[in-house]
């Protein structure tokens, strides 16, 4: 039985995701029990491709790759083309994996997995919609209590929104998802924009990545290159704030971040600010903090991090 942290990470890929999932899969210091898709980025066919591409362009061989929700809880599915492209992952030359998928059902394995866990002992690293997540603590409330923290990429309290003025595009697309997490007993790490936009790439990021000569650093180039043009107005520079791979930044070393414990809740009815994310940074409700929201990330330690992952491949 491996000591390693267990970990069970729910993307959306994504070019974001993919960095994320390609920083996860650079060492063997986790037990990674499985990796489920959602649809998101783009429709979840296209996701759970891109996820085992992504696997398979890192020789990750043994992936246990689950697909999950084709559509929110209760909304239709709004995607991101116009940000990571027709296929999800511009940049990279699109291929049709070998790796397989396995044939359960994403919140069945999340559930089944948890349900046969020891006390908090396993991670969740969400790093799209929230559904898979939130269907599995539908079906068995009470695997909530296998889960040691979930590490999870959305949201924006002094940030505006990139989906909406006011929402992050995870939380709009399921905001439903979203506020039975929140609700969740589990601990709760948030990632959100405040904090992604600290991490933006530049030409000194890419730079560096062009020194390392290994196929998958070559990959997350061409991915980095293309990624977030529709950020570009936003920071008035070819950059890309990276939000998902803040999520296995966190788990690798901590302490590039600050966090702050938090109540988070999650606009779910109202028509222009739906998917907002009411962040309690300064306590005005008195609401049990229920999240621990990353405020400040340092970019040096972060892309230093990212670098060496890369350099991983190669060796
Ligand atoms: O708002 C950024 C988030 O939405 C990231 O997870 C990105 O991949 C998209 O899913
Ligand atoms: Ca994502």
Request: proline share 5%; glycine share 6%.
């Amino acid at each position: 039985m491996s000591d390693k942290p267990k970990l069970i990470i729910d993307c959306d890929p994504g070019q974001d995701d993919a960095i994320n999932l390609i920083m996860a899969l650079a060492g063997d210091e986790f037990d990674i029990l499985g990796i489920t898709t959602v649809a998101g980025n783009v429709g979840l066919k296209k996701v759970t491709r891109n996820a085992r591409l992504i696997c398979e362009l890192t020789g990750y061989e043994r992936a246990m790759i689950f697909a999950g929700a084709s559509k929110p809880l209760k909304l239709p599915l709004a995607t991101a083309e116009f940000i990571h492209g027709k296929e999800g992952l511009d940049g990279i030359e699109i291929f049709e994996p070998a790796l397989p998928i396995v044939s359960m059902e994403a919140s069945d394995f999340i559930v089944e997995a948890l349900s046969a866990a020891n006390e908090k002992s396993i991670t969740l690293v969400v790093t799209g919609p929230m559904t898979n997540i939130a269907r599995a603590l539908q079906k068995v409330p009470n695997i909530v209590g296998a889960i040691k923290e979930i590490v999870l990429m959305g949201g924006a309290f002094r940030e505006g929104g990139n989906m909406t003025p006011s929402a992050e595009f995870n939380i709009y697309v399921d905001p439903h998802a979203a506020q039975i997490v929140f609700d969740c007993a589990a601990p709760k790490i948030v990632f959100g924009l405040d904090v992604t936009y600290q991490v933006l790439t530049g030409a000194d990021v890419i730079e560096r990545i062009e020194a390392i000569d290994n196929p998958v650093a070559k990959a997350a180039l061409g991915i980095l290159k293309s990624y977030e043009r529709t950020d570009t107005a936003r920071f008035n520079d070819q950059v890309a704030p990276l939000h998902d791979p803040c999520t296995m930044a966190y788990l690798l070393k901590p302490e590039i971040f600050k966090l702050k414990a938090c109540n988070i809740q999650v606009e779910v009815d109202a028509e222009l600010t739906r998917g907002h994310t009411a962040v309690d940074f300064w306590n005005r409700t008195e609401l049990p903090k229920n999240s621990l929201w990353a405020y400040e990330a340092d970019r040096d330690m972060f892309f230093d991090l990212l670098i060496d992952r890369l350099k991983l491949y190669g060796s």
